[in-house]
C-alpha cells in the first residue's frame, strides 16, 4: 500500500505565495502520473495540476496556469506546488493524487490541505 500525505496549507493574502507538498510513503509501486486537485464545500472536486511520471508532461486548468507550478522529486517519490499571486477563489481543500500503472485513474488520494486566501 502507499499513502499520501500533504502539507504546506495554510492562510495567506491574496497575491501571497504557498508550496504545497506531498510525499508518498510505504510500497514502491509503478505510477503514470501525481497531480493535485481541489474542492470547495459543496461542490466537485476539481483538477488543479498533473505531472507525468515518466517524462514530466505538467498539465494545468486554465484557472491556474501561469500562477501555479508542480514539480517532483522522482528520489524522494514526491511532488509539490508552488502557487503565486493567490487568489480568494483559490481557497479551498488541496488533495494530492496518485495514478499508478494499470489504472485509468487517481486511484490513491492524500486527506488533503486547506488553502485560504483572504482578500
Known amino acids: 500500500q502507499v499513502q499520501l500525505t500533504e502539507s504546506g496549507g495554510g492562510t495567506v493574502q491574496a497575491g501571497n505565495s504557498l508550496r504545497l507538498s506531498c510525499s508518498a510513503s510505504?510500497?514502491?509501486?509503478?505510477?503514470?502520473?501525481m497531480g493535485w486537485f481541489r474542492q470547495v464545500p459543496g461542490k466537485e472536486r476539481e483538477f488543479v495540476a498533473s505531472?507525468?511520471?515518466?517524462?514530466?508532461?505538467?498539465y494545468y486548468a486554465d484557472s491556474v496556469k501561469d500562477r501555479f507550478s508542480i514539480s517532483r522529486d522522482k528520489v524522494g517519490y514526491s511532488v509539490y506546488l508552488q502557487m503565486n499571486n493567490l487568489k480568494p477563489e483559490d481557497t479551498a481543500v488541496y488533495y494530492c493524487?496518485?495514478?499508478?500503472?494499470?489504472?485509468?485513474?487517481?486511484?490513491?488520494w492524500g486527506q488533503g490541505t486547506q488553502v485560504t486566501v483572504s482578500s
Open positions: 505531472m507525468r511520471w515518466s517524462g514530466g508532461s505538467t
Open positions: 493524487a496518485l495514478q499508478t500503472v494499470g489504472r485509468s485513474e487517481y486511484n490513491v
Open positions: 510505504g510500497r514502491r509501486i509503478s505510477s503514470v502520473a
